[in-house]
């Protein structure tokens, strides 16, 4: 069996405070927060991307079968180079190692592809994959903001040329069937289904450090132990790279398990490490899944709710996206990124209501005291930007 390890690194470009009634620069970069920016991205590699980075290094070095992958959105390699550019040599330096996969998204982390028009979302990945091409090969696997999928997502990013495409593992769409094996969608010719197995991701991303948990404290023996005892061809443990270091913090034992993982996976004879894209040239589709509405990684209804949920969230997804016409139209560079960057799934994460575990991750994450703060800041810089583009 196959142990597929994938890790999305991102950092949004988080919002400056703005007030209608404040005067402000022309330029859209008066919409960042750039101080906050930095903060965040110094803290975060310090606790994370350097020390994981390294440990991923010398694993690759002492582990030769070891293999991994990762997503770096074009937001998060934007402000490795404007705030910490030795974050991005680490990421190259993994990427000599001919060992790690980096695979295609959108470069904003957008809801583009929820657009009408697909134009957009088809140039994002167009800019994403240019920006990886700089350090890295760009992997013929796609994944999506937030693994959305769909039969019409997987139909699309096949036409553009992708092999392979991530996806949550969610019974509603296997029905009896396990996540252990690759799939073909329906409606597309070749391209094959990568399924993230929930329950043994979120046991490393969200619980491993929870005491009320009748299996903590894990261990990499035991977690080993479990993927050993699975069936099927394949098992993909998806998450967030910020598991290590910032989610789970390093006392909780997070950078311990890690070093250990290879060592005990290795111990199982059937099992080996694949990157997403060995996965989809040498295990044949098991069946064809078909996932008509939109699926995510994101909360317990593993939709698009996260982002659409509510009123605020569509009429602010129907604002940003009613300005895609005019903003290109005006070959403005500057306007164009700050319209994309405006579109980045971040902003509407912030706006969501939901209830209890849900929306304490919403909250977490939110630089904001309140969704309704969210939203109310996020208009006004929309509205202000409107305003700009109308006027040129």
């Known amino acids: 069996m196959d142990v597929c390890i994938y890790f999305q690194v991102h950092q949004p470009l988080r919002l400056s405070s703005y007030s209608l009634f404040t005067e402000h620069t022309t330029d859209g970069a008066s919409y960042f927060d ?31 079968e070891f293999r991994i992958s990762y997503s770096l959105t074009g937001v998060f390699l934007e402000q490795c180079k404007r705030y910490m ?39 994002q990945i167009k800019l994403h994959s240019n920006e990886i091409s700089k350090f890295a090969v760009p992997s013929r696997v796609f994944r999506n903001t937030e693994a959305m999928f769909s039969n019409d997502i997987a139909y699309l990013v096949e036409r553009l040329g992708y092999t392979g495409i991530l996806a949550e593992g969610l019974e509603h769409i296997l029905g009896w069937r396990s996540p252990n094996y690759l799939y073909g969608v329906k409606g597309t010719e070749k391209i094959k289904a990568l399924l993230r197995h929930y329950k043994l991701s979120d046991d490393i991303g969200y619980r491993f450090s929870a005491k009320w948990w009748s299996e903590y404290p894990l261990t990499a023996d035991k977690y080993a132990r479990w993927l050993a005892a699975l069936q099927g061809d394949c098992v993909n443990i998806f998450m967030d790279y910020e598991t290590f270091g910032e989610h789970q913090w390093a006392d909780t034992g997070i950078f311990e398990f890690l070093k250990s993982f290879p060592g005990e996976t290795e111990k199982h004879k059937h099992l080996r490490f694949a990157t997403p894209s060995q996965l989809v040239e040498r295990i044949p589709a098991k069946d064809d899944i078909d996932a008509p509405q939109v699926t995510s990684w994101a909360d317990m209804e593993r939709d ?13 997804f129907a604002r940003i996206e009613s300005m895609g016409p005019a903003v290109p139209e005006k070959k403005d560079e500057d306007m164009l990124r700050t319209w994309r960057m405006l579109q980045n799934s971040d902003h509407f994460y912030y706006m969501c209501t939901k209830s209890l575990s849900d929306q304490d991750v919403h909250n977490y994450f939110s630089p904001y005291d309140s969704p309704f703060d969210a939203y109310i800041n996020y208009m006004n810089i929309l509205q202000d930007f409107k305003a700009k583009v109308e006027k040129e």
């Open 34 to 64: 750039d101080t906050l920016n930095s903060q965040i991205m110094h803290k975060i590699a310090e606790k994370c991307y350097f020390p994981t980075n390294a440990l991923m290094l010398d694993l690759l070095e002492k582990h030769p």
């Open 304 to 316: 698009t709710s996260a982002w659409l949920g509510n009123e605020m969230l569509r009429n602010a």
């Open 85 to 123: 550019p030795e974050v991005l040599d680490s990421f190259a330096a993994l990427a000599k190692t001919g060992r790690v996969e980096f695979l295609s998204e959108t470069y904003y982390h957008s809801l583009s592809y929820l657009f009408t028009e697909k134009d957009e979302f088809i140039e």
